[in-house]
C-alpha cells in the first residue's frame, strides 16, 4: 500500500551550518558526531530495524568504503522511482558516514523542511538527478532523534509504508 508522506515538522536546528564538501564525496568535514552518539545511530539502524523493517546492511555503491547503508528488501515494491541512490538498481535509501553524517532520499517537501530548519543540504549533484540530501550528524542525544526520524521519513518514501516512530 503506497502512502503520501506527510510532511513533519522539525525544529530549527541550532548553530552554525557545519562545512561540508562542495563536490563528491560529499561529507561534513566540522561538527562531526561524538563517537558515543555516532554509536547509538548506528546500533539503531544496523541492528534493532533490521528485525522490524524489511531491511538490509550492504556495501553502499555511492560513497566512500567507510559509508554503511541501508538498502530496502527487494521483495518491497518501490514506492517512488527516485527512492534510491545512484547507480541504477541500487536499493539503497540511506547511508551513514563515518562522520555521523547521513544521506538519503525523501519527497522534495521533506528534503524542503530538512534543509529550511537548517538540518541538512541537498546533494551537490542534485541537478544531475541525484534525489538525496545531506542530513548533518547529530551532535547529542536531542539531534540523534532527528536523525532517527529523518531516516524513517526515507524509508517510507522508499518503500511506501508508514513507521512507527517510536521504533
Known sequence: MRIKQKIFTLPERIGDRPKTAAQPPHLQHTQQ?????YDELAEWAFF???PKLPVREQQTLISVPTT???WLDGSVRAAHKDSFMPPSGSR????LHADGSTHLCVSDDVAREVCEKNWGEPHPW???????ILVYAPRDESEITVAKRMMLQSFEYASGRAVDPDL
Open 33 to 37: 558526531s561524538p563517537p558515543a552518539i
Open 92 to 95: 539503497e535509501f540511506w547511508h
Open 48 to 50: 534493532t530495524l533490521p
Open 68 to 70: 554503511r547503508a541501508l
Open 126 to 132: 542534485k541537478d544531475r538527478g541525484v534525489n538525496e
